[in-house]
């Protein structure tokens, strides 16, 4: 699914159709190829996926703080995550990332936009120059802030065919977890603008790809893991200066900023 160019692509589908394991299974990939350039390139900085879906304890021995490392709030996408970064100990953008953004709706909610801050929507249009990839999923595809959506690169549709029953506490667990899931790639501006969900299957490229179910893919993440609702808490802080600095009410010389606040 995912290709080495830097770009954004999203997973789309509906509940239980397989996306986050689809991301899971995208996340191991990305470990092994980390790992394979590390060997072949040791002189290069090394590349992070950069999650706020918890991978399997397992997972989490072998790559938190090497090459996983999580976010629980979308503000935490401002910075770079490293401890150790080579750019400095400075605050400075995520770069040389690979992004991993589950049920990225609940963030970036399609009737909130003008609440998604400059340095968010920068993020997605700078991409390639900070050396990143996104890779984010969702449920409905309109639910999605538009200027996300204005920014994909690649849209793929899954869909659990057949399969073994959904987990839960009040029920045994299945004896064997399979499954089949298809995957189809669609044009990002057929999605933006055909709304009839028909015309939108006949348009789509090419033949679907067959994904079958592994378990482990299953025990790579969290499946009990909830992402928090869309809740802005966070009021950001804005100065702004009259472009005469001896002007008596917001010179600098003079006077005081106007001070705006608006919600994160």
């Known amino acids: 699914m995912l290709r080495k160019k830097l770009a954004i ?3 789309y589908g509906k509940k239980g159709s397989g996306k986050s394991l689809c991301q899971a299974r995208e996340a191991l990939k990305l470990f092994k190829q980390y790992k ?4 072949r390139y040791p002189e290069l900085p090394k590349r992070i996926y950069y999650s706020n879906m918890k991978m399997s304890e397992e997972i989490e021995k072998q790559e938190y703080g090497k090459h996983l490392y999580y976010w629980n ?3 935490q996408l401002k910075n770079c995550p490293r401890t150790d970064c080579w750019k400095g100990n400075e605050p400075h953008p995520v770069h040389d990332t690979d992004i991993g953004h ?7 909610p399609a009737g909130k936009y003008a609440e998604t801050p400059a340095w968010f929507k920068q993020m997605f249009s700078h991409l390639r120059k900070r050396g990143n990839r996104y890779l984010a999923n969702t449920q409905v595809y309109e639910d999605i802030d538009i200027a996300f959506r204005r920014q994909i690169d690649y849209a793929f549709k899954i869909e659990k065919i057949m399969g073994s029953g959904d987990l839960t506490a009040t029920e045994p667990a299945p004896y064997f977890i399979w499954g089949i899931i298809t995957i189809r ?6 999605l933006e603008w055909e709304r009839d969900p028909d015309k939108r299957e ?3 490229k090419g033949l679907p790809d067959f994904l079958f179910i592994q378990k482990k893919f299953v025990e790579a993440y969290n499946t009990a893991d909830e992402i928090p609702p869309y809740k802005p808490n966070t009021l950001e802080h804005m100065e702004y200066w009259c472009e005469n600095p001896n002007c008596p009410i917001h010179g600098k010389n003079t006077g005081k900023p106007k001070i705006e606040h608006r919600k994160i």
């Open 185 to 190: 790639e669609f044009d990002p501006v057929l």
């Open 202 to 204: 006949i348009k789509g």
């Open 36 to 39: 394979k350039a590390e060997k």
């Open 102 to 108: 589950d049920e990225i709706g609940k963030d970036l």
């Open 9 to 11: 692509y999203l997973i």
């Open 73 to 75: 709030n979308a503000e």
